[in-house]
């Protein structure tokens, strides 16, 4: 478990990446802040909960980290805490809305979650 000092360093640098992609007119170039989104997803409780919102919204512009990305989100979807849950299955249309090629696996995952 992070201190709160932690966790506010995280939700701020997750605010800064989120802040950055929104302003960037090609967001492709800001691998680094999209990255930190990623890496961000494994730290706290309210991180991963933003983290879940900034994954899918900015996915389509990181076809490279597509796999990671994609990752870590299903990570968060079986998060132990409820509102992390909640988050990322909240994310997953946004996966299949601006990648179609997607929509099958997601179908998978929603399965398997239901399933569960």
Not at 1 to 21: C, F, R, V
Not at 35 to 49: E, L, M, N, P, R
Request: proline share 4%; with cysteine; charged share 25%.
């Amino acid at each position: 478990m992070t201190d709160s000092s932690e966790e506010a360093a995280y939700i701020e640098k997750l605010y800064e990446y989120g802040e950055q992609l929104n302003n960037a007119k090609d967001k492709s170039q800001n691998v680094n802040d999209y990255q930190g989104i990623i890496d961000a997803a494994k730290t706290s409780v309210k991180a991963k909960q933003l983290a879940a919102q900034l994954i899918p919204k900015f996915y389509k512009f990181f076809p490279d980290l597509s796999g990671p990305a994609l990752d870590a989100h299903l990570d968060l979807v079986e998060a132990e805490e409820l509102g992390v849950r909640v988050q990322a299955i909240r994310g997953l249309p946004l996966f299949c809305k601006d990648t179609p090629e997607n929509i099958g696996k997601m179908v998978d995952i929603l399965v398997q979650i239901l399933g569960s």
